[in-house]
């Protein structure tokens, strides 16, 4: 089993930036999918991005396409998530996921059903 830890959160004015990473613990990084998930107070949990074991492959929300990138450095056990031109609609808890995966898949559906989840970082956008 996996266990996950987020940071990077905090306060940050519409436009700006910042970087989310997920640290894994327990077993290689590089067995997993990997994938973000956010949600935002009174709504229900949402996809962001994934990423593929190998990294070849990434998946986006249409709502993040373009603002959002998301990496991972399987020597590090790490996975990332970019924000940039972040907007008042970004605020929420952001949640990272693993999932057991075939090497080139992103497996959101797996992601979001039977993956592994850290405890959130939260991310604030206001001005």
């Known amino acids: 089993q996996v266990q996950l830890v987020e940071s990077g959160g905090g306060l940050v004015q519409p436009g700006g930036s910042l970087r989310l990473s997920c640290q894994a613990s327990g077993r290689t990084l590089g067995s997993y999918a990997m994938g973000w998930f956010r949600q935002a107070p009174g709504k229900e949990r949402e996809f962001v991005a994934a990423i593929s074991r190998g990294g070849a492959k990434t998946d986006y929300a249409d709502s993040v396409k373009g603002r959002f990138h998301i990496s991972r450095d399987n020597a590090k056990n790490t996975v990332y998530l970019q924000l940039n031109s972040l907007r008042l609609e970004d605020t929420a808890v952001y949640y990272c996921?693993?999932?057991?995966?075939?090497?080139?898949?992103?497996?959101?559906?797996?992601?979001?059903?039977?993956?592994?989840w850290g405890q959130g970082t939260q991310v604030t956008v206001s001005s």
């Open positions: 996921a693993a999932a057991q995966a075939p090497y080139s898949s992103t497996a959101v559906p797996v992601l979001k059903d039977n993956g592994y």
